[in-house]
């Protein structure tokens, strides 16, 4: 049972424009939200995190989107570009309960056409 | 500084044959985590290490699998009498240390077992 989806496989955005992938999630234990990058061969690069106690949180093009209440978190990237073309991971993590153990979707492949 | 680090990158190993993969973490951190990737899907949690101490190894899919890490430092992931469904990327990670949520992964080692 996936505690934590993507449920796009990939998406195909136009470079410039913004890209959003999307993360639901099932268990309420999950206080700590993380973003992955993963070009092939690579081993994922942390892109940003969110705290269960914010809303949001932003860094340069990458913002993160979450709403406890629907379970749902989403990675804007604005603008895009070409060199963001990688699989996106999204990851949750309990440290409340004392967890710091990483749970995973399946991933979104992000290709910006340019 | 150095980022983590994984030998082998690649292992061909004949089923039925132990194997042995090495991690390197960020120097002075105190957490480490090893994961399991199979195609197509996201790394899940096999175990985490605090220091030396094994704190959770509840990912560990079958006894066959064994990790250590000795002195704090460096992990070895054992693999025993290697099956063909043990193929996958093996990822390690480590973070800062407890309360720290930010995992950095090492590239990881592609077993393919024949």
């Known amino acids: 049972d996936q505690q934590v989806k993507q449920n796009s496989p990939s998406l195909s955005v136009q470079e410039g424009r913004i890209s959003i992938l999307n993360c639901d999630y099932t268990?309420?234990?999950?206080?700590?939200f993380l973003w992955y990058k993963k070009y092939p061969a690579e081993g994922p690069t942390f892109l940003i995190s969110?705290?269960?106690?914010?809303d949001k949180n932003e860094d340069g093009r990458f913002t993160v989107f979450l709403n406890k209440s629907a379970k749902h978190l989403s990675l804007h990237i604005v603008p895009s570009q070409p060199g963001d073309s990688a699989v996106y991971f999204c990851?949750?993590?309990?440290?409340?309960?004392?967890?710091?153990?990483?749970?995973f979707g399946k991933g979104t492949k992000l290709s910006v056409i340019p | 500084g150095a980022g983590v680090s994984q030998s082998p990158r690649y292992k061909v190993a004949k089923r039925g044959q132990d194997v042995a993969l090495r991690c390197d973490p960020i120097s002075g951190h105190v957490s480490l985590f090893w994961y399991q990737q199979a195609l197509g899907q996201g790394p899940e949690f096999l175990t985490y290490f605090q220091n030396e101490a094994q704190l959770d190894k509840s990912g560990l899919p079958s006894d066959r699998f064994f990790a250590e890490r000795p002195e704090g430092s460096v992990s070895t992931l054992k693999i025993q009498r290697t099956q063909q469904e043990d193929s996958a990327v093996y990822l390690c990670a480590s973070s800062i240390g407890q309360g720290s949520h930010e995992q950095y992964f090492g590239p990881g080692t592609r077993l393919t077992v024949t």
């Open positions: 969110i705290s269960s106690i914010k």
């Open positions: 268990n309420s234990m999950f206080d700590y």
């Open positions: 990851a949750a993590s309990a440290g409340r309960a004392g967890s710091y153990q990483l749970t």
